[in-house]
């Protein structure tokens, strides 16, 4: 009999793809402008790092907030003991708020209809368990976040079919591959229950168009069964036009028909990891107009609450709306700026990003850099890249993209100081190897690749968990 | 178009154990919740085990030590390296922490490696990673009776696992026998059913007893021998506050062969620091590839930073701890002997205990029938007049009807003061029909002057804050 269950022996978890394993090689020589400044410079990692510091004054501001204080007394033992899986209502209530503020107050949010889990690593996997089960699928449009395939797959038994998106249309997705994956789905014997979109897109950066929500409103709309689920982590990230629209704002702008229809299949996921930059507080949420969804959701909660001293916390944050809009706006600035550095730094190594407006990370096309349009060439490219140049940045095909050539490079998880390193290490390597070795190697390259494989793929990873 | 097709199975079926109608004990708390001063007749809250009896120690500790907030001048230099951290390891220090606090529940009779320190959801959340690890849909976790309700929520609604009752009983105690345990393993087997293993608690929830030493080695036997797992739920550890002491695993796994991939603890702070809230849940497993998926598995459940970096601060204080174990044995023990003294002068005898935070109260004699309906019935008489939120032991699986689970460190000294006095006239009222009865004469207390006068100590509207579908904290109601 086997010792450890099914899951636990199998790869589902999906970290020992080389999204992950790039943390290794990072983490045995990461870089540090005095100490080590040849080590490597992590853009791997989707993190908002650039405004801490209005966090920080406004925690300068609120001191009874840090001393679980209300008015001068201390709630200690409430919050100590407040395990409701409903939730803090003063949290939702703000968090709500903040959300609406977010997609500029065009759609307004009822708590009742909130559940909070323990990051959107646990909204997505919760929501999964809720509508689906094994023998079904959930359409993705590919390139897409990889974590998914553990969040969304690992414990739930359902699978991931994608829906292929390609650069003829910069990743647009279109009606034929959402057919296609649907056959797709279908040959597998896969019940297709639904399709889940990131909006904004992790890793293109990208906010979904009107058209795109035609076509998956259109697709789901008379198959009874079919869920939306829109996983909109990123919506306080977007810093320029197109501005975001949420798929809530779709719903409401649908005729009373129509949206009858379908508003009791539509989810949103949400969290304060991106937005506010506070991934290790783990604050997700599950949002849904469908009340068997939220009444199963809030039970499943129970396995990943999140810390009430987390929620006092954030409650009082997000309910001071001066600080909230200042912070959106501040926020929004910054990251503007900072895709502007790695944009045009790029640019000045001949290295374009497809066009974005949203997200910690550009989505950059080295496919003129590969030796092979193939995805072996892809892992060469992205060796030499952590290795010789010292960049940790996302092969593509690590985030399922149909196409090699393509790398999700982040910039907001580092000081400006640091982008700027990069950006000169990038000029460097591209002026140094054009023209250069590709293909020489490639048979001794080959062997040394799979035993590369097989080495990351046997070792427990300490790979920190990001998007 | 019904919901069944639109959602999965999990998210229509029972398995999430709400429907049981041991909520209507609830629901009468929340529609009249005892005050002393505003609603001296309301219901009293004794169906929930928290821990309330320390909170002023740790409320101390917490306004002597700013910096373990990341939140205050004094520690907001740390504000953004917490705020970013998410790996799934935790935060070193959390885990020593941990690691540090389990040893010295268990006295330093056993060290802990931090490197085997998994984070969860609380022991919610810790209870059903574990079966994740173990278990597929389907197989099925043997489980001694009486057992924590839910149970059947963390262990199996989402996993597909199947819980076998092992079956113990008043005639010894209610200790876990090899016959009760070979007898629900064979039967499994004639029913095909694939056990994977065995789970207890210990302490036990609801007997408040600690396993002895003999019982815990022939666990292990037993399963070394099935090759099964065993997973032992040692939330209470801390809770045990007179002899016999408590033995963990741990221990035993010291003094005898054992196959330690086999064997996994389940902790968390909710009981031992009363701090259910914080979402604190461990799974430390003697077993390499459990400790390497588990993590894995832990990115759904992951503390939070904040809350890491404040009980790693207050864990390393190691004379705090030491402090807080001593005197948080203490007042478990006077609060304890205090109720079970009040019970004992009507003849109400609780199942001898050592630990927890609730007795298991003997009723048999009150029930008007000898079953479980009998049971139901007393129940809801004693919700409904006595006005006491209890638990009754069919909600635990209880073998016998009669049981009931009855808490008593999730109020102060007053409330209790006025459950024992309903208690004692209810069952003055049950046995006697009229006849006069004696009143034992005890030292502390004398029913005539029960002290209703809070002055001494400011009285929050509903300090407890029961875990129920309907909230009722004083933090739900300020909004």
Redesign the interface.
């Known amino acids: ?1 086997r ?7 199998c790869n589902t ?1 999906g ?1 020992d793809s080389s999204y992950f394993l790039g943390w290794e090689e990072y983490e045995k020589n990461p870089y540090d402008k005095v100490k080590n400044p040849n080590g490597i410079i992590q853009m791997g990692l989707a ?1 908002n ?1 650039l405004s ?1 510091d209005l ?2 004054s406004w ?2 501001k609120n ?1 009874d ?4 204080k ?1 008015d001068g007394k ?11 899986y ?1 939730g ?3 949290f939702k ?1 703000a968090l709500v708020d903040f959300m609406a503020e977010i997609r500029g107050n065009k759609v307004t949010f009822d708590p009742n209809h909130m559940v909070l889990t ?2 959107a ?2 909204a997505n ?1 919760t929501l999964m ?5 094994e023998g ?1 699928a959930f359409l993705l449009p590919t390139p897409y976040y990889p974590g998914f395939d ?1 969040d969304l797959k ?2 739930t038994g359902v699978e991931i079919v994608p829906i292929q998106c390609t650069s003829s249309n910069n990743f647009r997705i279109t009606e034929s591959a959402l057919e296609q994956a649907y056959q797709d789905a279908r040959k597998r014997n896969l019940r297709v229950k639904g399709v889940l979109v990131t909006n904004p897109s992790n890793p293109l950066g990208t906010t979904l168009s009107r058209n795109e929500f035609d076509l998956l409103v259109d697709f789901i709309k008379d198959k ?2 079919m ?1 939306l689920i829109s996983d909109e982590i990123y919506s306080g990230t977007v810093f320029s036009s197109p501005s975001f629209v949420s798929v809530m704002e779709i719903l409401k702008e649908m005729t009373p028909n129509d949206a009858a229809k379908i508003w ?2 539509v989810h949103v996921v949400y969290s304060l ?1 991106k937005d506010l ?6 604050v997700g949420a599950i949002y849904s107009e469908n009340d ?2 939220v009444a ?1 959701a809030t ?2 909660s ?9 929620q ?2 954030l409650a009082a944050m997000l309910s001071d709306n001066k600080f909230t809009k200042k912070y959106i706006s501040e926020n929004q600035k910054r990251l503007r700026r900072r895709q502007r550095m790695l944009v045009t730094g790029l640019q000045k190594a001949g290295i374009k990003c497809l066009k974005s407006n949203a997200g910690l990370f550009c989505w950059v096309d080295m496919r003129h850099l590969l030796c092979s349009n193939t995805f072996e060439a892809e892992m060469e490219l992205w060796k030499k890249i952590v290795y010789q140049v010292g960049l940790n940045i996302s092969p593509g095909s690590s985030c399922h993209c149909s196409e090699p050539g393509w790398f999700r490079v982040c910039f907001a998880n580092m000081s400006q100081d640091t982008l700027n390193v990069a950006m000169k290490r990038v000029k460097n390597f591209v002026t140094d190897s054009t023209g250069a070795e590709c293909g020489s190697s490639s048979a001794c390259f080959t062997k040394s690749f799979s035993n590369w494989v097989f080495r990351l793929s046997s070792r ?1 990873h ?5 998007r | ?1 019904g ?1 069944q ?8 079926n029972d398995k ?1 154990g ?1 429907n049981s109608p041991y909520f209507d004990g609830w629901k009468a708390y929340d529609r009249n919740p005892f005050h002393p001063t505003k609603n001296p007749q309301g219901v009293i809250q004794m169906g929930l085990a ?1 821990n ?1 009896l320390c ?1 002023d120690l ?2 101390e500790w ?2 002597n030590n ?1 910096k373990a ?1 990341i ?3 004094e ?2 230099h740390l ?2 390296d ?8 935790g935060l070193p220090q959390f885990r020593k922490g941990v690691a540090n606090f389990m040893s010295k529940a268990r006295g330093g009779r056993v060290k802990y490696d931090p490197e085997r320190i998994l984070m969860s ?2 022991a ?2 810790a209870n ?1 990673l574990i079966m ?5 849909p389907a ?1 099925a976790f043997m489980v001694p009776t009486p057992y924590y309700p839910a149970f059947v ?2 262990l199996g609604w ?1 996993t597909g696992v199947q819980l076998i009752p092992v079956h113990c009983d008043s005639s010894n105690n209610f200790k876990i026998t090899r016959e009760a345990l070979e007898e629900a393993y064979r039967e499994a087997k004639q029913n095909n059913i ?1 056990v994977k293993g065995l789970i207890i608690t210990n302490p036990s929830n609801p007997l408040g007893t600690t396993l002895d030493k003999e019982t815990l080695k022939s666990l292990v036997r037993f399963i070394n021998e099935k ?1 099964i797992h065993l997973v032992c739920d040692e939330i209470y550890a801390a809770t045990a506050f007179t002899t016999p002491r408590f033995v963990s695993i741990s221990e035993v796994m010291l003094e005898m062969e054992c196959k330690k ?1 086999l064997i996994h603890i389940i902790y968390s702070l ?1 009981k031992d620091m ?6 604190v849940g461990i799974v430390y497993s003697y ?1 390499d ?2 400790v ?2 588990g ?3 832990s ?9 890491q970096h ?1 009980l790693a601060s207050l864990l390393s204080d190691e004379d705090f701890i030491d402090r807080y174990l001593e005197i948080s044995k203490r007042r478990l023990a006077k609060r304890h002997s205090f109720f079970t003294k009040g019970l004992e002068t009507v003849n109400i005898a609780c199942l001898p205990s050592n630990s927890g935070l609730f007795c298991w109260m003997n009723l048999r004699r009150l029930l008007k029938e000898k079953t479980f309906e009998g049971e139901m019935k007393l129940w809801r008489v004693i919700i409904n007049e006595v006005k006491l939120n209890v638990s009754p032991g069919s909600s635990f699986n209880c073998s016998e009807p009669g049981w009931f689970r009855v808490c008593f460190a999730n109020m102060d000294d007053e409330t209790v003061e006025v459950a024992l006095k309903r208690i004692r006239a209810f069952v003055g009222r049950e046995t006697n029909n009229g006849k006069r009865v004696e009143l034992k004469r005890w030292k502390s207390i004398n029913t005539n002057k029960l002290r209703l006068s809070f002055n001494s100590r400011r009285f ?1 509207e509903n ?3 029961p ?2 579908p309907m ?1 009722h ?4 109601r ?2």
């Open positions: 009999m010792l450890l269950s099914r899951k636990a022996t978890h970290q993190e790092q801490f966090l920080e925690l300068a001191p907030v840090s001393g679980f209300r201390s709630i200690f033992r409430e919050l100590a003991l407040f395990q409701d409903h803090l209502p003063l209530k323990a990051g690593t646990s996997e368990f809720c509508v689906a089960e079904d553990r690992w414990r009874e069964t869920h009791n299949r990891s930059g506070l991934p290790g507080f783990r068997a969804v199963a039970k499943m129970s396995f990943g609450l999140v810390s009430s001293q987390t006092y916390l427990d300490r790979a920190p968990e990001e | 178009m919901h097709r639109l959602l999965s199975k999990i998210a229509t999430h709400e928290e309330q909170f740790i409320e917490i306004r700013s907030s939140c205050t001048p520690g907001v504000f953004r917490i705020a970013n951290f998410q790996d799934y390891h959801g609380g919610t959340g059903e994740f690890c173990l278990a597929d197989d929520r963390d989402r694939n090759n991939e909710s009363g701090l259910p809230g914080f979402r077993n590839d459990v390497s998926c993590r894995k598995m990115s759904f459940g992951l503390v939070s930073s904040q809350t404040f929050d300090v407890m804050s875990h129920s909230p904290s004083p933090l739900v300020a909004t």
